[in-house]
């Protein structure tokens, strides 16, 4: 299977059941693909969607909650109490948590504004990687103003700390906080008897996400998710994985950058600076090889956002979560 790589985050959605529902993991990234996933849970099971869990507040896994809950308005809804937090708050999320005509207007014209923006950069292109990139880019932001249009953003009703059970006599499922990783508070979901594990945005291919993270943190938590013994791994974006090769990749990743950040930071060099002296050439071949798209990003939704946060780590600065990972 070749990797894809989307412009426009969507998130995996997970459908897992049990006795008597459906827990469901994350929600599509917006209303429209929320509507999506109702009528996909509805083509797999008659049953209703008892909970649902959101993984993170990164609007590509909860904004398409408010249209699940009108499908099953009695279901449980489930974060870490960081992720519920965040979800209720403006330095987050990009919708309201009510209908506001203005706001909705504001986000239409953000996005129809920058169509052509992604046209020029695909007339611009030179190889047929990323020609083809750009197009699907257009087209998939297209359909992302459509489907976000009145989208609110809701937050959970059920916050916890370090673990959630949802008992089941088949398919008992654990929800669990393993650290902070990829924002301060991802949740992974953990099936026990049938050993899958679906890891949110702690795990993301083939370019993974790097956006206000924490490097440190981050290595610790897939330390313990390595651990689980999980035969199956469903991670936040791209296809299921079945063994450890790509959490080493990762934690392999994230040690090299901080290695090479921390004494360009002790040595008193601006962050620009230390954007400029890393060299992540040998992570990015091993991520992505040679493909022009997809090293794009890897530099763009990885190596620039992991460097600097690993730069905060190495002066004693707080990350924090905020839509623009500053
Ligand atoms: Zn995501």
């Known amino acids: 299977m070749q990797p894809t790589f989307q412009v426009q985050p969507a998130g995996n959605v997970t459908v897992i059941e049990q006795a008597e529902g459906l827990v469901l993991v994350d929600t599509g990234g917006s209303p429209g693909a929320g509507r999506r996933v109702v009528e996909t849970v509805r083509r797999l099971s008659p049953k209703p969607v008892k909970a649902v869990v959101i993984t993170h507040w990164h609007g590509d896994h909860p904004q398409g909650l408010s249209e699940i809950l009108k499908a099953w308005p009695a279901a449980r809804t489930i974060a870490t109490r960081a992720t519920q937090s965040h979800l209720r708050t403006a330095k987050t999320m990009n919708t309201p948590a009510a209908p506001d005509a203005v706001a909705n207007a504001t986000l239409q014209k953000s996005l129809q504004d920058f169509i052509p923006n992604v046209r020029r950069m695909g007339e611009e292109a030179k190889t047929a990687e990323e020609q083809a990139g750009w197009a699907a880019s257009e087209r998939l932001l297209r359909q992302y103003a459509v489907d976000m249009d009145g ?8 916050g916890f700390d370090t673990r959630l059970d ?3 006599p088949q398919t008992p499922v654990e929800v669990l906080h393993l650290g902070r990783a990829n924002t301060d508070g991802d949740a992974v979901v953990w099936l026990p008897r049938q050993r899958i594990l679906v890891a949110g945005d702690i795990v993301v291919a083939p370019v993974p996400f790097g956006f206000g993270s924490y490097p440190s943190d981050w290595i ?6 390595r651990a689980m013994d999980f035969a199956t791994l469903i991670p936040g974006h ?48 091993a991520f992505v090889g040679d493909d022009p798209w997809l090293r794009r990003w890897f530099r763009q939704y990885w190596v620039t956002p992991i460097v600097a946060s690993a730069y ?3 002066r004693g600065v707080p990350i924090v979560q905020s839509l623009r990972g500053e």
């Open 151 to 158: 989208a609110v953003t809701l937050s959970v009703s059920e």
């Open 166 to 168: 949802l008992p089941d």
């Open 220 to 225: 610790g938590a897939l330390g313990r998710l």
């Open 238 to 285: 791209g296809p299921p994985q079945r063994d450890r090769a790509y959490v080493d990749r990762l934690v392999a990743a994230l040690a090299d950058i901080r290695a090479q950040v921390k004494p360009l930071a002790d040595s008193g060099r601006t962050l620009e600076q230390v954007q400029a002296a890393v060299d992540p050439s040998r992570q990015m071949q």
């Open 312 to 314: 905060k780590e190495a």
